[in-house]
């Protein structure tokens, strides 16, 4: 059990895992495929130059396979945390779902970015909700200064979203864990050793993530079954 005293700050990372209970297939689960193409080869800004058309479908794919699912146990429990500790929780996520959100949870910051968000690729309008079909679009949006559409999504290779605020958060949480993460994708996979030493370290997952030495602690099993008894607050 993690002990929450008064004066803790609470920073919680999470990855795909903590949506596989809910339906949502992790990265590597797939073995990193779509179709034929390894998930780097559509989710880049280089898949985008060459064909937008094929970023669009598998996005699309994507939108509809998160449309469908609903919040686990591990979400609820995450947005519970969020109702008893306030401002004293920073939740940040990889995923690009919105369950965190379904479950009720209020402050999300989504470093990669929303599936059911889009923006131009050219012009600086800010993302916006966007939930049209989930069908791949037969001719690519385009933005009204002439850009063309594209998922609001952080691809290999741009940076992510609100690193400022996320440092921020680091910086004065005292315990961090980390959710359903493999640990080898930068740059969450070094926010545990860059608060190792300040704050108590754990890591929630049925497998030992790629970074596992720099954790206190790890509670082997499903997000699911191990968040909701988790958290002891004072
Ligand atoms: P991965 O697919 O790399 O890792 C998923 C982790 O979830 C693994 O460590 C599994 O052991 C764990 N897992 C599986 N089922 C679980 C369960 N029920 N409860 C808890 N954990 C479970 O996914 P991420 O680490 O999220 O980036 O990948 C990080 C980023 O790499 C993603 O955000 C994505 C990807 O490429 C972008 O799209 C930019």
């Not at 996979?189 to 030495?213: C, I, K, L, M, Q």
Request: net charge neutral.
């Amino acid at each position: 059990m993690i002990h929450i005293g008064r004066q803790d700050r609470v920073f919680i990372l999470t990855g795909s895992g903590v949506s596989a209970e809910s339906g949502i297939p992790t990265f590597r689960g797939v073995g990193g495929m779509w179709r034929n193409y390894r998930i780097e080869e559509v989710a880049s800004p280089h898949a985008w130059a060459r064909d937008p058309r094929l970023v669009w479908d598998f996005y699309s794919m994507r939108r509809s396979v998160a449309a469908a699912a609903k919040p686990n146990p591990a979400h609820l429990a995450l947005a519970e945390l969020e109702s008893k500790l306030a401002d004293r929780l920073f939740l940040c996520t990889q995923n690009v779902d919105n369950l965190h959100e379904q479950a009720r949870s209020i402050n999300v910051l989504h470093m990669h970015g929303e599936l059911f968000k889009s923006r131009c690729d050219s012009c600086r309008r800010p993302p916006f909700p966007d939930h049209r079909g989930y069908e791949a679009p037969a001719e690519i949006p385009r933005c009204e200064c002439g850009g063309r559409i594209r998922p609001h999504i952080c691809w290999f290779g741009e940076v992510p979203y609100e690193m400022d605020r996320i440092f921020a958060a680091l910086n004065h949480c005292t315990v961090f864990a980390a959710v359903g993460t493999s640990g080898v994708v930068e740059p969450a996979a070094s926010f545990v050793a860059h608060v190792r030493g300040r704050a108590r370290t754990y890591y929630v997952g049925p497998e030992e993530p790629a970074n596992a030495s720099e954790f206190d602690q790890c509670y082997r099993g499903e997000a699911g079954k191990i968040l909701p008894a988790l958290f002891a607050i004072e």
